[in-house]
């Protein structure tokens, strides 16, 4: 039986109405039934994962796991025991025997997130078990059988690391078969509306504030910008401009007023900043520069709150950006009286009590919370891989390493 799109929009909760997301829904509706491998590509946040989601949700194996797989942030060294297995004893470390995600995912789906991450030795064994199923667990000489379906993605051009030599040929070919490209946003502006619409109900719904709507030239303002990180950057703004403009219907005055703020090298000299062609990179750095800020601000709060004597849940960021809304609470006038003895990120008596694990868990902790946990973007505001992230938020243990659905 043929699978009804309408239904399959509003069951996958992918929102859009352009004729990119029509034909996204199209190749979902088509391809979720067969047990066929998919390969989903497209520019960070344009929603990779809620498709490969769809597709689960939508197959046959819609009440068997869903196994998500973060291929570039797993540390090469142990990415083939994580996917595989490996036997006790296969290497220092290896003290149990362990089932890897694909024996995991047996009569599912495994998710391989940013494919073109692995390293060229583990796609060989990609491209087997792709092909026939088969796989061996670290260590052992026993070949293996499982029975999954694979949905990978990847938002670097394979095609490109093919010719550079860090992505197998025979890997591509096989994973491009079947392939769903996302539509950056600036290709679909027509779904912007929709889409801020949506994550407002959801974010004001969840969050109880009041909700007053945007005014309709707001968001064609939101269609002028580029939206360099797609959805996921829409989403974040939509749910930010909500915080600093609480309970207020939101016009293309604080539409301006925040792109603007958020992305403060922009063009000065036009009411509002034309982004259109503002690369990723540059974009992230403006969010870099905006993280500063803000961290600079908290700093400041946190000054006022020791000089008055009180320290309380005030250093918590979120709280704190909400505080810039509010009258009364002129945090940037403040910050000209602060001296610059004032300024010093770290109190004298707390030296000697103070470790740089802490240190380095609290700028992990509150640049997943400001970068709204993407990773990647995370790790590169501090200046560490993503990799070297992963390992820290395992050993902090800040979040579980890897997501899996059952
Ligand atoms: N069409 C859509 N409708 C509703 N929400 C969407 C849509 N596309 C993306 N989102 C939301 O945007 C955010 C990013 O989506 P997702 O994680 O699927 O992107 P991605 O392509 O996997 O990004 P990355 O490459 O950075 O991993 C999520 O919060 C997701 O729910
Ligand atoms: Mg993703």
Redesign the pocket.
């Known amino acids: 039986m043929p699978i009804d799109i309408n239904k399959l929009q509003k069951q996958s909760?992918?929102?859009?109405t352009s004729d990119g997301?029509r034909q996204?829904l199209e190749m979902i509706a088509q391809v979720a039934p067969v047990d066929i491998s998919v390969l989903?590509s497209?520019?960070?946040?344009?929603?990779?994962?809620?498709?490969?989601?769809a597709i689960q949700k939508s197959s046959k194996r819609t009440n068997t796991p869903l196994v998500i797989v973060n291929c570039g942030a797993i540390p090469e060294g142990i990415i083939e025991s994580e996917l595989f297995g490996h036997k006790k004893g296969s290497f220092t470390g290896a003290t149990e025997n362990r089932k890897g995600y694909f024996e995991e995912a047996d009569k599912g789906t495994i998710f391989l997130?940013?494919i073109g991450e692995t390293p060229l030795e583990t796609q060989v064994k990609l491209l087997r078990v792709l092909e026939s199923g088969e796989y061996m667990r670290v260590g052992e000489a026993k070949t293996r059988y499982t029975d999954v379906r694979i949905i990978a993605?990847t938002?670097k051009n394979l095609e490109e690391l093919v010719q550079k030599g860090s992505f197998r040929q025979d890997l591509y070919f096989r994973l491009k078969t079947v392939s769903i490209e996302?539509p950056s946003l600036r290709e679909r502006v027509e779904?912007i509306g929709p889409?801020v619409e949506?994550?407002a109900l959801e974010f004001t719904r969840s969050n109880d504030l009041l909700y007053r709507g945007f005014m309709p030239e707001a968001i064609r303002t939101l269609k002028q910008y580029g939206w360099p990180?797609?959805?996921?950057e829409?989403?974040n703004f939509t749910e930010k401009i909500l915080v600093l403009e609480m309970g207020e219907r939101i016009t293309v005055d604080m539409v301006g007023r925040e792109l603007s703020d958020t992305f403060p090298v922009a063009d000065r000299n036009t009411a509002l900043p034309v982004l259109v062609n503002q690369s990723t990179d540059k974009a992230e750095i403006d969010l870099i520069l905006r993280q500063l800020f803000l961290l600079k601000q908290d700093t400041e709060v946190i000054q006022k709150m020791l000089v008055g004597g009180a320290v309380g849940e005030t250093s918590d960021s979120s709280i704190t950006m909400m505080d810039h809304g509010k009258p009364g609470l002129n945090i940037q006038e403040r910050s000209m009286e602060i001296t610059e003895e004032g300024q010093r990120l770290i109190r004298d008596d707390a030296i000697g009590d103070m470790k740089i694990s802490e240190l380095e868990e609290e700028a992990i902790r509150r640049s997943l919370r400001f970068f709204?946990h993407?990773r990647?973007k995370t790790a590169r505001s501090l200046g560490m891989s993503e990799r070297t992230l992963y390992r820290k938020i395992e050993e902090f243990g800040i979040e579980p390493k890897i997501k899996r659905n059952s």
């Open positions: 909760g992918i929102i859009g997301i996204v989903i497209g520019e960070s946040g344009t929603g990779k994962e809620v498709v490969a989601k997130d940013e993605a938002n996302m779904d889409l949506r994550f990180g797609n959805v996921r829409l989403k709204n993407n990647r």
